[in-house]
């Protein structure tokens, strides 16, 4: 069965200490994987989509990577307002359904 | 251009009650997809629409249905609402333009309260 699993559940960061989150999976046949953040209350946000061992992607202070069994978040220097709970999601197979895991819940005190 | 819309955002219901929620897509997605968030589950996917007809389907019993219109805007519907009904429930949309993968956008979602 084709299953998602982030860790940790929650991380607790001082202003401007590195981290990263971990989003392990296992699929028939990965179509791509996708981070997402999202704050309390709303929809989540997009981030990235990756779709083979090797890619990288950037934005400001994160950076996905992808591994055949694993994806990576890396925060540098994170500030109070990267706060949030950041969701992984994989499409396998034939169908377009994401299946998530449960999110990585962040909180960065100044 | 305007991101994906759901109404109504807040919504309370008693046992028993029906209820439709809807979705309206980015501008030029024809593909609309629908999930149910709680915290127990987490987001689990209930259902996709592709030009009007239901391509996949989640794990959810028969009281949970939705359908597309022609100008891609989607309805969900849930009968018989019970206690664990409640949940957020969000709608996110993509182009379909080809069979590569392609990124669901969602919605701020709709916030059921069954009591």
């Known amino acids: 069965e084709d299953q998602v699993t982030q860790s940790p559940e929650a991380l607790r960061l001082q202003e401007g200490e590195s981290s990263s989150l971990n989003c392990s999976y296992t699929v028939s046949g990965l179509r791509g994987l996708f981070w997402y953040r999202q704050d309390p209350g709303k929809g989540p946000e997009f981030l990235f989509t990756?779709?083979?061992a090797g890619e990288e992607k950037e934005k400001e202070r994160l950076k996905a990577t992808l591994t055949k069994k694993e994806s990576f978040l890396h925060i540098t220097a994170p500030k109070p307002e990267d706060s949030a709970t950041y969701l992984c999601a994989v499409q396998a197979g034939n169908t377009d359904k994401l299946i998530f895991g449960t999110g990585t819940r962040l909180q960065v005190f100044p | 251009k305007a991101g994906v819309t759901q109404t109504p955002r807040y919504l309370i219901k008693t046992r028993g009650q029906q209820v439709t929620l809807s979705c309206s897509p980015i501008?030029?997605?024809?593909?609309v997809s629908w999930y149910q968030q709680t915290p127990g589950q987490g987001l689990q996917f209930l259902f996709e629409y592709f030009s009007e007809t239901q391509r996949n389907k989640g794990n959810f019993p028969g009281r949970f249905s939705g359908r597309q219109f022609s100008n891609s805007r989607s309805e969900m519907n849930v009968s018989t609402l019970e206690l664990g009904d409640s949940a957020l429930y969000l709608c996110a949309s993509s182009p379909r333009r080809t069979a590569i993968q392609e990124t669901q956008y969602f919605g701020p979602g709709t916030r059921l309260l069954v009591l």
């Open positions: 501008s030029g997605h024809r593909s």
């Open positions: 990756l779709y083979s």
